[in-house]
């Protein structure tokens, strides 16, 4: 799978959201198991949403323990203030502090 197909794949799935988009504006979203590929998918959605079409953007939690989810080129949010990941793991409590 190469980036430009990934990229496409993003654009195409945010901007088939529509109005529905604007919904998750200004708005903090908790994804469990961000770290996997539907995960990514997802966060790489709120992403492009956030550079392209939300005026206010949204933040993303993405919780994931990362015993299977690995590092992909395709799928790099380091850096990004709209995205925190977090581990995290059901046994346990919820490492994050603030409202979502």
Known sequence: MSGEVVRED???????LGKD??????????????????????????SY????????????????NYITGKHHPHFNYKGREDV????GDVSQPLPVREPI
């Open 10 to 16: 993003i654009s195409t799935i945010a901007r088939n």
């Open 21 to 46: 988009a604007k919904k998750f504006e200004g708005k903090t979203i908790l994804l469990s198991g961000g770290g996997g590929f539907l995960g990514k998918y997802i966060t790489g959605t709120f």
């Open 49 to 64: 949403l956030n550079d392209v079409i939300l005026s206010k953007p949204c933040r993303v939690i993405s919780v994931d």
């Open 84 to 87: 925190l990941e977090v581990w």
